[in-house]
C-alpha cells in the first residue's frame, strides 16, 4: 500500500513564504511524477505543480515564478516551496503521486489527506 504524508501547511501574512512536504511510503516498482494540488473555498481541485522521475515540471499559470517543486529521490520526497504568497493561494493542498505497483506493473495514482494553507493579515 502506498501512502503519502504531507506536511508544511498553516498561517502566513501575505507576501510571506511557506515549504511543504509530501514523503511517499509503501512497496512500488518506480515512482513516476509527484506533485501538489489545491482547493480553495468554493473551487474545483486544480493542479499547482507537478515533476516526473526525469524531473521535468509543469506549474500552473497563477502560481509561476513564485512557486518552485522539486524533489529528493531517495527519500521519496516533494517539495513545494511557496514564495510571494497571495490571500488567493488560501486552499487546502493535497500531495499526488503516480506509481508503478509490482504487481503486473500497474500504474496507480495516490492523493494525501491534504494540509491547510491560509494567507491572511
Known amino acids: 500500500q502506498v501512502q503519502l504524508v504531507e506536511s508544511g501547511g498553516g498561517l502566513v501574512q501575505p507576501g510571506g513564504s511557506l515549504r511543504l512536504s509530501c514523503a511517499a511510503s509503501?512497496?512500488?516498482?518506480?515512482?513516476?511524477?509527484m506533485g501538489w494540488y489545491r482547493q480553495g473555498p468554493g473551487n474545483k481541485r486544480e493542479l499547482v505543480a507537478t515533476i516526473t522521475d526525469s524531473l521535468s515540471t509543469n506549474y500552473a499559470d497563477s502560481v509561476q515564478g513564485r512557486f518552485t517543486i522539486s524533489t529528493d529521490n531517495a527519500k521519496k520526497t516533494v517539495y513545494l516551496q511557496m514564495n510571494s504568497l497571495k490571500p488567493e493561494d488560501t486552499a487546502v493542498y493535497y500531495c499526488n503521486a503516480r506509481v508503478i505497483q509490482w504487481a503486473g506493473y500497474r500504474s496507480l495514482e495516490v492523493w494525501g489527506q491534504g494540509t491547510l494553507v491560509t494567507v491572511s493579515s
Open positions: 509503501g512497496s512500488f516498482f518506480r515512482l513516476t511524477s
